[in-house]
């Protein structure tokens, strides 16, 4: 995520947002309540937002059987682009518990991360949620059906993985790469640097 420190809701917040100019390209987080992330995000669609749900595919196991569901990569958290012009009709949709902000305005992700999960998703690779990493290599995919991805080198065993992090939510995702396959790269520079916050993301219950 392009914004460093720890965020906090602007629940219920239908205040004009002051010195926010929006731009059709950002994108912002969704809080949600609890297994509420499917409801939000065909809520908002209904209403005609652009929404971005992550999900995996989540295999449960009971004492019969086996069975592959789709599951929320980031429980709680959804993603919108643009729309805050109608922020009173987003804070009222059913699930949502409000948007993920500094200082009264709404906090901007950066394109380049939420395309990083869409495209790891859509080609189809082995991803799961991961815990959240704010240390480590940053590294590039240089070839395969990831090539171009950037994230976290991790090492879990004799597995190493690529772990894509949206740091204004705190969540990460992690899928399985060749160590040989991806080469160090510069780290992005944070959006917002300079600026100081001290607030805390509400956990999932």
Known sequence: MGVRGRSYMLAGNTKPLEGYRQESADWFAIY?????ENLAARSLSYKGFEVFLP?????????????????????CYLFLRGG??????????????????FAGAPAIITDAEIEAVRQTIARCAHLEPHP????????????????????ILVRNKNQYRLV???????????????????ERAPRPEPRGSGRSFTCNPRPCA
Do not use: M, N
């Open 132 to 151: 959240f990493l704010k240390c480590g290599d940053w590294v590039r995919v240089k070839g395969g059906p990831l090539e171009g991805i950037e994230g």
């Open 55 to 75: 999900q995996y595919t989540s295999v449960r196991q009971w004492s019969d059987r086996t069975k592959a569901l789709p599951a929320p990569l980031f429980p």
């Open 32 to 36: 949600t309540r609890h297994q509420h």
């Open 164 to 182: 894509l992090s949206v740091e204004l939510v705190q969540k990460s995702a992690a899928v399985e790469v060749d160590a040989w396959a991806v």
């Open 84 to 101: 805050l012009e109608r922020q009173l009709s987003i804070v009222t949709t059913p699930g949502v518990l409000g948007l993920v902000g």
